[in-house]
């Protein structure tokens, strides 16, 4: 599995706009691409301008065809103005809930 991690520090005014941008992007992004398994929303507590990302695909070429898709477009001009700083990590998973992914021992 493929995981995408975001950070967004949003500008305050545009925050309540980025949100509902955001959650447009995510439902779309479940619901119309087969290899998005997940893709969670969450703020901070103690800035609610920080906004992180989680997001899980089948795979690199997955979030390709997501960074393709015509609603991801449709996200990034909606934000437009609104992003001070965004920050993207890739991971893989090597375990998840307890079960080891890819055939990595239970040791690394």
Known sequence: MFVVCVEFEIALPHLDEFLLAMRKNAHLSLRDEEGCQQFD?????QNPASIFLYEIYDDAAAFKRHK?????????????????????????????NGIRQNGISKNG
């Open 68 to 96: 393709a898709a015509p609603h991801y477009h449709e996200f990034n001009a909606a934000i437009d103005g609104m992003v001070l700083k965004k920050t993207v990590r890739l991971f893989t998973i090597i375990s998840q």
């Open 41 to 45: 929303i969450c703020q901070d507590q």
